[in-house]
């Protein structure tokens, strides 16, 4: 049964924190995606990555950076958390890269800045 | 720029009735892709169907089926004889095919409640 996993369902955090998503898939898939998900905005993408060390701005990288050290394993931090970083956070890996390949998603991280 | 509309932000239907969810997309390239995924209460999207935009032949599986339309750009997603299970969030994306590494465009997203 192919999964990605991501470390938290629930996170509560305080403003200035440094915090780290982690998200580990186990289908060997060379492509891997952060999201976040708020109301009325669908999923927008943060970062992306289509291989090991190997990164690439989303739509709305700000106030984010990740590391992909290995295959499997896609971490989001989060250098100095904001309230308006107050989302939910969907991992995502895909396999080979193609448009046509569908991605498999994590539960997500419901995040809370206070 | 890419850009997928979904007008319909929550939709309340009664068990057994059918419903319609709306995809409006924009794209400048000839050769894409468009998904419909279903996000549960359980949080992860799961993905329902795929289709480029070189077949326009409309699917049906089961209880769901989907209505692609180049000339008007949308791609809807119906759902017959609803059950309380179809309860989800519903997204529809485009992917381009030009792009290189996929990168999904989703709309943003339509709850469906169906009262049992």
């Known amino acids: 049964d192919v999964k990605v996993t991501q470390s938290s369902r629930y996170l509560v955090k305080r403003t200035g924190e440094k915090v780290f998503l982690e998200c580990v898939q186990d289908?060997?898939?060379?492509?891997m995606f952060w999201y976040r998900q708020d109301p009325g905005l669908g999923l927008r993408l943060i970062y992306f990555?289509?291989?090991?060390?190997?990164?690439e701005k989303g739509d709305i990288p700000e106030g984010y950076s990740v590391s992909r050290e290995k295959k499997e394993r896609f971490s989001l931090i989060l250098e100095s958390a904001s309230t308006n970083q107050t989302s939910m956070y969907l991992c995502?890996?895909?396999?080979?890269?193609?448009?046509?390949?569908?991605?498999?998603f994590g539960p997500g991280t419901r995040l809370t800045v206070l | 720029a890419q850009k997928v509309t979904q007008a319909q932000t929550e939709i309340s239907v009664v068990e057994k009735e059918d419903v319609t969810l709306d995809c409006v997309y924009e794209?400048?390239?000839?050769?894409?892709?468009l998904f419909w995924y279903k996000q549960p209460p359980s949080g992860e999207l799961v993905f329902l169907i795929r289709?480029?935009?070189?077949?326009?032949q409309n699917e049906i599986s089961g209880r769901y089926s989907w209505n692609f339309q180049k000339s008007t750009s949308s791609f809807n997603f119906t759902i017959t004889a609803s059950q309380v299970v179809d309860s989800a969030v519903y997204f529809c994306?485009?992917?381009?095919?030009?792009?290189?590494?996929?990168?999904?465009?989703f709309g943003q997203g339509t709850r469906l409640t169906i009262n049992p």
């Open positions: 995502a890996s895909l396999r080979g890269g193609r448009a046509y390949n569908e991605q498999f």
């Open positions: 289908m060997d898939h060379e492509n």
């Open positions: 990555s289509y291989d090991v060390k190997m990164k």
């Open positions: 794209t400048r390239d000839t050769t894409y892709y």
């Open positions: 289709r480029n935009s070189f077949d326009e």
């Open positions: 994306a485009l992917s381009e095919a030009a792009r290189g590494a996929q990168k999904l465009v």
